[in-house]
Nanobody
Framework: QVRLVESGGGSVQAGGSLKLSCAASGLRDSRSCMGWFRQAPGKEREGVAAVAVGGGSTYYADSVKGRFTISRDNAKNTADLQMNSLKPEDTAIYYC?????????????????WGQGTQVTVSS
């Protein structure tokens, strides 16, 4: 059974930083595409960042390019999201997701499993 557990959410002022971590267990393949999504109140869930096996290929939403960095540790089955220069519009529940090893991106169709989410609140 695949389980994804997020940690690291919290409250921060605009311009600050947070680092989210995702611990995965039960993955059939440690090379699975890993990603982060977010959902703000009243909005649809959107892909934020994704990283393919080996960390060589990364994908970002235009809204976070240059501010967020996704990374992974295949040996530990973890995926982190470093968020810098946070803005109030980054406020959302952030979800970790895992997919298949042969395709990766920030579209939700690439992912099969989802975590419970962690709240990120950015105040102005």
């Amino acid at each position: 059974q695949v389980r994804l557990v997020e940690s690291g959410g919290g409250s921060v002022q605009a311009g600050g930083s947070l680092k989210l971590s995702c611990a995965a267990s039960g993955l059939r393949d440690s090379r699975s595409c890993m990603g982060w999504f977010r959902q703000a109140p009243g909005k649809e869930r959107e892909g934020v960042a994704a990283v393919a096996v080996g960390g060589g290929s990364t994908y970002y939403a235009d809204s976070v390019k240059g501010r967020f960095t996704i990374s992974r540790d295949n040996a530990k089955n973890t995926a982190d999201l470093q968020m810098n220069s946070l803005k109030p519009e980054d406020t959302a529940i952030y979800y970790c997701a895992s997919g298949e090893p042969w395709a990766c991106g920030i579209a939700s169709g690439y992912f099969d499993y989802w975590g419970q989410g962690t709240q990120v609140t950015v105040s102005s």
